[in-house]
Structure formats: structure tokens, C-alpha cells
T-cell receptor, first 114, second 115 residues
Framework: DTEVTQTPKHLVMGMTNKKSLKCEQH?????MYWYKQKAKKPPELMFV???????INESVPSRFSPECPNSSLLNLHLHALQPEDSALYLC?????????????FGPGTRLTVL | AQKVTQAQTEISVVEKEDVTLDCVYE???????LFWYKQPPSGELVFLIR??????QNEISGRYSWNFQKSTSSFNFTITASQVVDSAVYFC????????????FGTGTQLKVEL
């Protein structure tokens, strides 16, 4: 079973709000990822967690704050976002952090910032 | 530099037609993996196939087949007897030894299958 779940499916927030996106997997995977995807574009990597530690931050603005409370959970805390941050946010996981491991994606959260 | 090119932005076919999606990649690494993902309108990226650089065998899975040719740096995807449910954006992606876990995606091909 290669299932990654994400909540919520849709989120609308104002620029002064604080919200969080949640991602969960129960496949025993030890690497988890956040991607951002704008309309008609490919996904762009934001963060990688490897064994619950942040291993890659692709120079993402600090208004995005990732958190990995345990090996199954990945959160993305959002604060003071801009309208241009509106996008589909995809979570993925892989068995390990090696480039040889396939990344499996969740259904995404569609975020709209007003 | 690593790069994946999907020159076909959009393809429209009639149901039951065969269709081939092209993918050309660039990398200096000798060890790398290539992927195809499907993204239906719902948004989820669905993994279809992974192929490593040392395995040039073509693969068939039901109506799907993949042709990997290192000589032309291509990894093309063919859907036989297309169906409306195949309508989606298809991404080809590359990951290599020196790139950590970072997938390099092509720009995607929007496939529309009509009745």
C-alpha cells in the first residue's frame, strides 16, 4: 500500500492568518518531502526530511515552516503568506533518503491566499 | 546540468488511438533513475514507472509501455488503445547520484482523450 494522506484538501487563508498543512504516511518510510506546484508547472521541491531531520531546504522563505514530529507525520506551518503563495502543496515520502528510492505523492492541498 | 525536456505541451487523441509521450533528458551522471508520473485533474501525482540507467530493457504494463534508449537520452511512454481515464498531465522526471533526493521534472504533457 503506497498511500500518503494530506489534510486539508482545500484551504483558503488571509495574509495575516496562521494555518498548517498535514501529511501522513504509514508505510514506514524514513524520508518525507514538501513540494509546491503552481498551475501548469511541474512540482518544485521545498523541503526534505530524512530520519525526522531537515536535510534539504531549497531556500524557501521563512513564512513556510516545516516540522516532522515523528517518522509518520510531516507538517507545514504557514504564516503571513502572500497571494503568490497560492498553489497546490504536495507531500511525498520514500523508503529512505537515497536517490534510488521512489517518491510517492499524496493528493495535495490546494491553497488560496487572499 | 540536469534537464528533462517534454516537448509536447498538449496532445489530443480520440479514444482507442495509440499515443506516445516523449521525454528527453540530459545528465553527466552515469548512474541515474528516470520516472514517469501521472497527474489527473484531482492533483495527486501517481507513480507509474522507475527505470535505472543500467537497465535499458523496455517495459510493458497492460496498455502502458516504455522505451528507454540511452543512445538518444530518451525515455518515451506509449499508451495503447487510449481511454478517457488516461486524460491527465504526465511528467517525466530524473534523479541522479549527485542530486540528493531532488527530482528534476520535465514541464509535463497534457493528454486529452476524447470520445
Amino acid at each position: 500500500d503506497t498511500e500518503v494522506t494530506q489534510t486539508p484538501k482545500h484551504l483558503v487563508m488571509g495574509m495575516t492568518n496562521k494555518k498548517s498543512l498535514k501529511c501522513e504516511q504509514h508505510m514506514g518510510h524514513r524520508a518525507m518531502y514538501w513540494y509546491k506546484q503552481k498551475a501548469k508547472k511541474p512540482p518544485e521541491l521545498m523541503f526534505v526530511y530524512s530520519y525526522e531531520k531537515l536535510s534539504i531546504n531549497e531556500s524557501v522563505p521563512s513564512r513556510f515552516s516545516p516540522e516532522c514530529p515523528n517518522s509518520s507525520l510531516l507538517n507545514l506551518h504557514l504564516h503571513a503568506l502572500q497571494p503568490e503563495d497560492s498553489a497546490l502543496y504536495l507531500c511525498a515520502s520514500s523508503q529512505g533518503p537515497s536517490f534510488t528510492d521512489t517518491q510517492y505523492f499524496g493528493p495535495g492541498t490546494r491553497l488560496t491566499v487572499l | 546540468a540536469q534537464k528533462v525536456t517534454q516537448a509536447q505541451t498538449e496532445i489530443s487523441v480520440v479514444e482507442k488511438e495509440d499515443v506516445t509521450l516523449d521525454c528527453v533528458y540530459e545528465t553527466r551522471d552515469t548512474t541515474y533513475y528516470l520516472f514517469w508520473y501521472k497527474q489527473p485533474p484531482s492533483g495527486e501525482l501517481v507513480f507509474l514507472i522507475r527505470r535505472n540507467s543500467f537497465d535499458e530493457q523496455n517495459e510493458i504494463s497492460g496498455r502502458y509501455s516504455w522505451n528507454f534508449q540511452k543512445s538518444t537520452s530518451s525515455f518515451n511512454f506509449t499508451i495503447t488503445a487510449s481511454q478517457v481515464v488516461d486524460s491527465a498531465v504526465y511528467f517525466c522526471a530524473l534523479i541522479f547520484t549527485g542530486g540528493g533526493n531532488k527530482l528534476t521534472f520535465g514541464t509535463g504533457t497534457q493528454l486529452k482523450v476524447e470520445l
